[in-house]
């Protein structure tokens, strides 16, 4: 059953005549729903009031609105937060809020420039809170190709025919110019460091480190894809987070780990070990992950090359797909060569097969790894070439495609890990979709200290939606397919999705921004 909204506009008299419960008359009133709060563990029935897009009043107490939002036997949630996000056109937006994403932030790649992508992204009249990190690997591109960076993904794409950038030690020159890139970056209000560090696994340990002691300097968090996806030794993936933890805690940075399971594949439980032994002996590393077996990137990655390859990630022919077919080895060797940017799915672990579920499952419901998607911009591929979805259309067209996990990761915890199979209860969930997510940045991103919370003073960023319908509907095959159960977003206090339909003029999203030096 969906929440039902009503107006409501109360005679002068009845207002003189009521007790003090309704001498405030709220923009909007959510009454009567189970209401969770992972930082205060409130997780009950509960009244709120909110206005000018701040929660004014939590209470068991009937409250009048302007606007009431009934949601009897619904979740009221703070709104998801998306450390993960390369959707950055509005399609990726608004299918962030059909899954109950309330701010969406590209930290594991970034961008740069910094300044130029806010500027662009704040014409685009977005629906949910946006934000970005300064990418290193564009400072490593432009250096190396001797280019200007372009604040966009194409120009990262456009780069994967060339390997200097992926696999050459910088001099000290280029270094310099490097840091200078990033250092520019973060002067520009980027909320951190992103390294992907998959991309362009043969940089040397001291730029490693030198971003790292950077971030500590500047009190800022990096988010970091880890040089290498393997299994075998060396270079593997145990030997990549162990060279970032190691890094945290020689310089004291804040260092947050990207997907964490797919880099790891088949190793998650070695992996998850070194973690716990990070976390446990203080150090400042964070770990995120995502509920599917396939990850996505373009098919030129540095990790589909090389001796070995196919050993070090467990690969399997035909399980590289493109759009809705899969690649034999002849057909992956023609896109690498012809159109080494285009993206595809790489499934890694099927989730049919019990052990290889198992393994997923230990990183998502491991209680200190939070959930993020890697939503993945929506593409189109015509007459064999591929290109970016620009449109405005809504839904999107049904042949668009990208990963899943960019239209149902948050609706999948729901639906499968809460409700179908109780891997996770409720609140746990919930927790590591919203509060935990806030807490990576709320020491460095004022904003952040307002958000993933629902409680007096917050933003009314809030997810409602039904525990018995909520689920993720997407599959590789079909991956625009809208999540159903998420049936009220609202973000800074203004309704972006409504009786479970996306408003297309709504544009309250604000930039997630660091103070500009």
Sequence with gaps: MKPTIRSIV???????????????????????????DPET???????IGINKGTIETITMDAIAGKQVIDASDHVVSPGFIDLHHHGQNIAGYRMQAQQGVTTALE??????????????????????????????????????????????????????????WKQEIATPEQLEKIMAYVQQGLDEGAIGIGINAGYAPGYGQKEYYALSKLAAEQDVATYTHVRYASMLEPGSSFEAIQELIANSALTGAKMHIN?????????????????????????????????????????????????????????QEESIQMGTERLDNTELLQAQKEQPGSIINWHFLDEAIPSELSALDRSIIHPNVLIESDSMPWMLIDDGKVSYYEGDEWPIPSEAFAHPRSSGTFTKILGSYVRDRGLLSMEEAIRKMSYMPATVLDGFVPQMKKKGRIQVGMDADIVIFNPETVDNQATYQVPAAISTGINTVLVNGQFVVQDGELLTDAAPGQPIRRNIN
Excluded: C
């Design 259 to 315: 997907h964490i399971n797919s880099t790891s594949l088949r190793d998650i439980d070695a992996t998850l070990e070194l973690f716990d032994e990070a976390t446990a002996n203080g150090f400042h590393v964070t770990a995120g992950a995502y509920p599917w077996g396939a990850a996505s990137t373009v098919v030129g990655a540095a990790m589909f090359s090389g001796p070995e390859w196919k050993e070090r990630l467990g690969y």
């Design 41 to 47: 563990g409130l997780s009950d029935v509960r009244n």
């Design 107 to 164: 930290l594991e790649s970034g961008i740069l420039p910094i300044g130029e992508w806010y500027r662009v992204q704040s014409e685009k009249n977005l629906p949910i809170n946006y934000g970005a990190s300064a990418a290193w690997t564009f400072a490593r591109i432009a250096t190396f190709t001797e280019t200007e960076p372009v604040a966009n993904l194409e120009y990262f794409q456009s780069m994967q025919g060339e390997n200097n």
């Design 10 to 36: 109360l005679p002068i008299a009845l207002l003189v005549s009521t007790t003090s419960v309704y001498a405030t008359q709220y923009d909007i009133v959510i009454q009567g729903g189970h209401v969770i």
